[in-house]
């Protein structure tokens, strides 16, 4: 029978129940025909923000609506976007011209100048700064679901573009509902005596105590 050295055979029971990918809970997975490195997927890229796959559906059936074409089969929502390619297009479909250049070559650097044109056009477009994603929530999968929130907001925006015919993504927003007094009215409104006083009626300051009263005693 053959014998080991201890140390010789602890190393090989290390190797062979050692786990060839320590710093992953997922093993990366490898999509093929596309023009972007797919990062390693981790536990943290998916627990990263409340994602709602029923929002991200919505989202993208209104992008593809809009642009007129589908989102790659073969990638998940959040690779189909990464690049900017996409977002670029939608915001161009929605204003013509609103980015001038959209990469679609030249490695991660032209990719994230496209997410930065794209947010770019968003404020030019009326999006509210707040509702804006970083960079690194989409190039890195940090929010996705502030992805989805900013397609959202694009969609709000949208209606406010009346020479926008297309379709739309969400709930019209409400409008505001102003309302103009005249002087008279707002004199009568400042007239008006509270009633926790009391009736207004004869109206005075009598039965108001405020803090507790003072006796004053003279000398007998």
Known sequence: MTRY???????LLIILFSDPFPQHSFRPLIYRDTKIRCPQF???AF????????????????????????FPSDLPYEFALRDGIILCKLMNRLQPGIISKVNVSGGDYKFMDNISQ??????????PDVDLFQTTDL??????????QTIFAIGRTAYKHTEWRGPH??????????REFSED???AGNAVIGLQAGTNKLASQSG?????????????
């Open 47 to 70: 627990c990263a923000g409340k994602r709602e796959p029923e929002k991200e559906l919505e989202a993208q059936r209104w992008i593809e609506a809009v642009i007129g074409e589908r």
């Open 169 to 178: 993504l969400g709930p019209k927003p409400s409008e505001e509902n102003r």
């Open 208 to 220: 108001q105590n405020f803090g507790a009263s003072r006796k004053i005693i003279l000398g007998k």
């Open 139 to 148: 190039w890195d999968q940090k929010n996705i679901a502030l992805v989805t």
């Open 185 to 187: 009215v707002l004199r």
């Open 118 to 127: 794209f947010q770019k056009a968003c404020v030019k477009y009326g999006v």
């Open 42 to 44: 981790t536990e943290k």
């Open 5 to 11: 050295h201890p140390k010789l055979l602890r190393s």
